[in-house]
């Protein structure tokens, strides 16, 4: 396999790809410490109030599922169909609006995430790649740690991008910038409103409570898994359809749960492409509200492969 250069220094070509900074590093980390150990803790007190005879009523469930469905969706349609790989074009009030639903999501800012996900594309499955699964040895064993380490292990210890290089584009964005710049608030405001919905709708501060924990850290637990799904058993089990220059799989079995992501073949195949499922039997939410937008007149130039780029790129079985 070829092996393409991890960590290039500061030469006469540019800038580096990724920083040295013990201080970014330990921020970083402790970020994915926080969001994973919190998400926990409030997935555990929502179960222990199960247990005492409180399971999640319509409010809990509706709290949930619709912040997991908006800030999935800022995720997917947002930071990464439109941020990352720039596959549609946008009026300003929906890239603000995605722009703040991706970030309610507690994935990092929306700068960090997109130049973390470049990074992923352009090192996929090789020497560099901060979330591949497939180097840590050989065996089951190998690929137990490997899985581990794509799916949630990565996230505590990788390279640092260095966002002036992956990301300029967005660090000029005068609609994105501030918006990434004040991340923290926007997860605060994620939870606040579940917290606010809660109270209000059940007229009880229980209900503030339970709201918070369903519509809060059990909705960011959830989401992360379905994220972390994608590195890792997308790019471990399942099919390979086209040629993507790695090992980038399709699986149907987690298309609806992760919002139509799964189709992670195509996505490699065609990164610029706003439809990850590219067949009528392919499920891809995320794609379908992108195309809703479209016929709305609220985003245009809707990248989608052509049949002959597909044909190209098939690989042989
Ligand atoms: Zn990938
Ligand atoms: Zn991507």
């Known amino acids: 396999m070829d092996a393409k250069p991890i960590f290039s220094q500061a030469t006469r070509k540019g800038p580096r790809k990724t920083l040295d ?20 803790l409030g997935c555990l007190a929502a179960l222990t109030l199960v247990c005492l005879g409180r399971p999640p009523g319509a409010v809990e469930v509706g709290l949930f599922l619709g912040g997991f469905l908006f800030t999935g969706f800022g995720v997917n349609i947002g930071l990464h169909r439109h941020f990352t790989h720039r596959s549609f ?39 560099g790649d901060i979330h591949s699964p497939h180097f840590h040895g050989e065996g089951w064993w190998g690929s137990v740690r490997g899985l581990w380490h794509a799916h949630v292990g990565w996230t505590f ?19 994105i910038a501030p918006i990434s710049r004040t991340y923290f608030f926007w997860v605060f405001l994620g939870l606040l409103i579940a917290a606010v919905l809660g109270g209000v709708l059940t007229g009880t501060w229980m209900g503030a409570l339970t709201g918070f924990l369903w519509g809060g850290p059990v909705r960011i637990f959830c989401w992360h898994n379905m994220i972390w799904s994608i590195t890792s058993c997308a790019h471990f089990f399942g099919e390979r359809p086209f040629d993507a220059d790695d090992r980038s799989t399709n699986n149907f079995w987690f298309a609806i749960p992760t919002l139509g992501e799964s189709w992670h073949n195509n996505h490699h195949a065609f990164p610029n492409a706003a439809m990850a499922g590219l067949e009528w039997w ?15 007149g609220l985003v245009w130039d809707v990248k989608i492969p052509t049949q002959a780029m597909r044909r190209a790129k098939a690989r042989a079985i």
């Open 21 to 40: 900074s013990a201080r970014l590093k330990s921020h970083q980390r402790l970020h994915a410490v926080a969001v994973s150990s919190l998400s926990l």
């Open 89 to 127: 074009q946008a009026v300003t009030p929906v890239r603000v609006a995605l722009a703040i639903l991706g970030s309610m999501a507690a994935q990092g800012p929306v700068v960090f995430w997109v130049a973390l996900h470049r990074l992923h594309h352009e090192f996929s499955d090789q020497p």
């Open 157 to 175: 210890d990788h390279a640092v991008p260095n966002a002036a290089y992956y990301a300029g584009d967005l660090l000029r964005d005068r609609a």
């Open 282 to 296: 392919q499920i891809d939410p995320s794609g379908w509200v992108i195309r809703a937008l479209e016929k709305l």
